[in-house]
């Protein structure tokens, strides 16, 4: 059974700096491609991130050099460092791994 706990949310004032992780257990991670999503109040699920077996990334022009996703194979983890943040950042993040598993969200609330 696949389980994928995501942790490091929290609430950060405007250009503050976040770390979420997302542990992963029943997948083998170094054979799937892995992606961060997000669903701000109101609104549809995004994906803000993604990357791919090789390390190849993509990310949402909203988050192009705010964002970084990140891998550890050995750890079987998948990051998210978000800098910069602004309130429309504002959402609950998921991590997705193969496409069709998802963890339980993390609240990221940017507010003064």
């Known amino acids: 059974q696949v389980q994928l706990v995501e942790s490091g949310g929290g609430l950060v004032q405007p250009g503050g700096s976040l770390r979420l992780a997302c542990a992963a257990s029943?997948?083998?991670?170094?054979?799937?491609?892995m992606a961060w999503y997000r669903q701000p109040p109101g609104k549809e699920r995004e994906r803000v991130a993604f990357?791919?077996?090789?390390?190849?990334?993509t990310y949402a022009d909203s988050v192009k050099g705010r964002f970084t996703i990140s891998r550890d194979n050995a750890a079987n983890t998948l990051y998210l460092q978000m800098n910069s943040l602004k309130p429309e950042d504002t959402a609950v993040y998921y991590c997705?791994?193969?496409?069709?598993?998802w963890g339980q969200g993390t609240q990221v609330t940017v507010s003064a």
């Open positions: 990357i791919g077996l090789s390390g190849t990334t």
């Open positions: 029943g997948i083998r991670f170094s054979i799937n491609v």
């Open positions: 997705n791994v193969a496409y069709t598993n």
